[in-house]
């Protein structure tokens, strides 16, 4: 065997070699598109459901979001309603009464005056463990 002969044969050896490696990798390859069409497939199997159950649960959402909607209005128009109310009764009730508290405060100070018009003074008592004791005894007891 000569030189090119030897070299041809390497060269034959090594051309086999790559092309059996790329053999492999080629399968190890078509094997991963395979899983990754499975999963794809899987995928899109349950995402399907799972979309329909999100736009239920979304047009659940809207029909309850238009509820608390209205009741919000309503209760806003309850609450100005009652604002209404509340300043038409003070309006309404709230001059008379004080003129009613000013004539009642005006006739206990005029029944609390003596004839001569010097206010009267009430006798001071001081409590003491549940019973009063008259001024005159306390001045007794200091002395």
């Not at 065997?1 to 030897?6: A, D, K, L, N, W």
């Not at 609390?112 to 018009?117: A, F, M, N, P």
């Amino acid at each position: 065997m000569s030189g090119g002969e030897v070299a041809g044969i390497l060269v034959a050896v090594f051309w086999a070699i790559l092309v059996s490696f790329l053999a492999v990798a080629l399968a190890r390859l078509a094997q991963v598109l395979k899983a990754t069409t499975k999963l794809v497939a899987d995928v899109t199997e349950q995402a399907v459901p799972l979309l329909a159950d999100a736009s239920t649960t979304v047009r659940s959402a809207r029909t309850q979001l238009d509820r608390v909607d209205a009741i919000a209005s309503d209760v806003q128009e309850v609450t100005s309603n009652a604002s209404a109310l509340s300043s038409t009764v003070a309006s309404t009730f709230g001059g008379p009464l004080v003129k009613v508290a000013a004539f009642g405060y005006g006739v206990r100070k005029a029944l609390g005056r003596t004839q001569d018009g010097a206010p009267r003074t009430a006798e001071r008592r001081t409590v003491i463990v549940g019973r009063t004791v008259p001024a005159a005894r306390r001045r007794k007891q200091k002395g």
